[in-house]
């Protein structure tokens, strides 16, 4: 019974690669984490040899004994973690993903070509919540249900007020909150009314603060959504999976869309692995975690405003900023090249008014995955120097070099401030 190692060489090195790639730099993606070994064990381990199609008690599989106990306690989990009534709520831990659960839910609710709005992406929301342009259907929810999405206002901030005016336009049957790229909190119970104005359900996607909402440090959209869902893997620190939680009217409908009208056997080895970041998510060490990854992202926002720059909304309630580079006259994506040279991670992201997700004007960052590195303000005030240096360097490039890319990117190889900053990252 070989390792991997001595199975499967190759695989094994672009293995340690990757680790020492996750441990050399600064991960700056808001979406990402680092998981404890506690969650790798599970996803590693055997439940990921189980077939157990259907729901505890209610399998088409034999010896699901195990797994039924396993699934159960991942729910129990869930909703304890999570503060939902399990007299008024049901969770569904079955979903692969965040897309899937948001699709699952959209399947399970609302009749094909049926009308859901949420934020538009490039206002911050995410693609499995419709996104089209005039020419292409991006996502397949936009394919398969008719979507329009609601923005931000002129600072920034969600437009409840138009969002509301578009729902009387539209009338959607599911309205949807929640984002990839904002930097603050949601109003749920202004959602809520728009919503009812229009007789819409309301579905809160919480994949990206779910940590901070266990830890108690974000609005819960329990008093007011219908359904909420997330992924496990963001700020929650779990594997990759989804969670779809619902209040029991619509339960049935959600897990018949999940199995068996999309999926077939459930990932037990990530539900295995979900279980263990909920249990870790509800101790008290799990809590100062959240709340150092609040401090940092807010030290991050004001270290770069004080070093002049610009952030959407001037700053953070949440583990994301939004870097809006427009002001200096730079992309997202030449400030991505040059930091993916610095071992510094963090993404292009589109803001408000762009044209193109591929050369967008913002960067978005975030804290969850330094923070669990252990990083305080002191580290927080380094990264913010760093970001500022690569800034700097991007404009002499881009001065030299003229706008196109690849003679912008062919700058960066040979910049000997890339190849410093790199060094002293690592
Ligand atoms: N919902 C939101 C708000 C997200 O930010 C994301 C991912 O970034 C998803 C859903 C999709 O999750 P996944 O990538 O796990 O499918």
């Known amino acids: 019974n070989l390792g991997m190692a001595e199975r499967d060489p190759e695989m094994h090195a672009l293995l340690q690669e990757e680790v020492k790639r996750q441990n050399d730099g600064i991960i700056l993606i808001a979406s990402e984490n680092f998981t404890s070994k506690a969650v790798m064990q599970a ?8 077939y157990s199609e259907g729901y505890p008690g209610v399998r088409y599989y034999g010896g699901c004994r195990v797994i039924d106990k396993i699934e159960t306690l991942c729910q129990q989990r869930a909703l304890k973690a999570y503060g939902a009534d399990p007299e008024k709520w049901n969770v569904n831990v079955q979903a692969l993903s965040g897309a899937p659960a948001n699709f699952a839910v959209y399947t399970g609710l609302v009749p094909p070509g049926g009308r859901l709005m949420g934020l538009d992406l490039t206002c911050g929301g995410h ?29 920034g901030f969600i437009d409840y007020d138009s969002a509301y005016e578009l729902a009387q336009e539209f009338k959607p049957d599911m309205l949807i909150c929640g984002y990839s790229a904002y930097p603050r909190d949601l109003d ?38 219908d359904i909420m869902t997330s992924t496990t893997h963001k700020s929650l620190r779990g594997p990759r999976g989804g969670l779809i939680f619902s209040r029991k009217e619509f339960s049935d409908a959600i897990d018949d869309a999940v199995f068996p009208k999309m999926q077939g056997g459930p990932h037990n080895q990530t539900i295995g692995g979900i279980s263990v970041a909920l249990h870790e998510a509800m101790q008290p060490e799990f809590k100062e975690y959240s709340k150092q990854v609040l401090k940092n992202s807010k030290k991050l926002a004001d270290s770069l405003m004080k070093r002049g720059h610009t952030l959407v909304t001037n700053g953070t309630d949440n583990h ?41 004007h913002g960067i978005r960052l975030g804290t969850p995955a330094c923070t669990t590195r252990g990083y305080t303000e002191d580290h927080i005030e380094d990264v913010a120097e760093f970001l500022d240096r690569i800034c700097k360097e991007a404009l002499k490039i881009q001065k030299e070099r003229g706008k196109k890319l690849a003679a912008f990117n062919q700058g960066v190889e040979e910049s000997d401030e890339v190849k410093k900053i790199s060094l002293e990252v690592s």
């Open 320 to 360: 994301i900023i939004l870097w809006n580079l427009r002001p200096h006259g730079l992309t997202g994506s030449k400030y991505e090249s040059i930091s993916n040279h610095t071992n510094v991670t963090l993404n292009k992201n589109t803001i408000s008014g762009d044209k193109s997700a591929l050369t967008p």
């Open 43 to 50: 996803v590693g381990s055997h439940l990921l040899n189980k």
């Open 188 to 225: 749920y119970k202004r959602f809520r009314e728009i919503a009812d104005s229009v007789g819409a359900l309301l579905l809160a996607d919480v994949a990206h603060f779910s940590g901070l909402l266990v830890s108690g440090l974000m609005n819960s959209p329990l008093e007011y959504a």
């Open 127 to 155: 693609l499995s919540h419709g996104f089209q342009t005039p020419t292409r259907k991006v996502s397949a929810t936009s394919m398969f249900w008719d979507t329009r999405s609601y923005r931000l206002n002129k600072d």
